[in-house]
């Protein structure tokens, strides 16, 4: 059910649900709960169809009490991904989450990204999955997908950038997952060159970016991300208990996935604005801060090649400046990154 409504979203173009907003106006009012006749006005139904479409959230596990002394009052929501609830929790941003869609099973949610941005969708457009049957990882790597243990999702991007610059947005999107886990966890994970989020040495998520270009130009980007957050140890494959963990494991609870997505989006359309005003820089300099790689020797490899050298730093593209044993630099944009013990 659509509608539009007023002021900025209007301006942004960009519809609400009904249900974004019921959500929206609960969480606002909290324990003081709001009157069925205050939401009816604010949203321009009738009472009964406020009442119709919080019976449908009940019925998705939100748990909504209606009380006739303090109206509807938001108890306890579901551990489901749920586009209207995604929203609703937003707020405002700039570019990222405009246009959020979920899906129950996908084969890879970059590769529904890759369809909308060749249907002409705007850039911010996210895409999540509760499980994958496709998922994958860089290098053609399998990305492990269960249902509802973690985010699975990728962002539609048109960034205003050359396609050699293209590694800046895997570096905003690492940035936006240590912003993101730390602001919820407390937790402070290291950053592996270009794409890896570890925790204790461990890899708890990852980004994969897949772009479309012209020769000087970038069409678009797909921006994909996987977290793990609500794994158990036994439910990584034995093959990868050694290298691998989840958020659950990392701090011994359960987390609200909605709100962990919610402040990835947030933080990526900050990271996002500050790329598309040419200030990478900036971005740069704090993932430079977190990055387990700068300052080490390191081995990188490109299927059967390899080069060794010490990792001095990001250049303005966003590519890894190694300085090899003969003292030469190397731009490396691509390959399987290992720290040297
Ligand atoms: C890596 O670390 O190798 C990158 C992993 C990226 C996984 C995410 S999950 C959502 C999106 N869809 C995919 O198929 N892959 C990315």
Redesign the pocket.
Known sequence: MWRWIFGNELEKGTPMTVDTQILAALRENGAAGIAGTELALRLGISRAAVWARVSELRALGYDIEASPHLGYRLLGVPDLLHADDLLSRLGTTQIIGRDIRVFEETT???DVVEKLARDGVKEGAVVFAES?T??????G?K?L?PARKGL???VLLRPPLHPLAATQLTVAGAIALFRAIRLQTGLVPGIKWP??ILLRGK?TA???TEMSAEPDKVKHIVL???VDVNLTAAEFPVELRKIATSLRVETGQRLDRAELAVRILQELDRVYALICSGKFETVADEWEEHCLTIGERVTVRFGERMIQGRAESLDPDGALLLRTQHGHLERIIGGDVTVEK
Not at 134 to 139: A, I, T, V
């Open positions: 890879s949610t970059n994958q496709k998922g994958r990882g860089r290098l790597r990305w997908s699975w999702f990728s794409n890896d890899k990852g980004i994969l994909g991300m996987g």
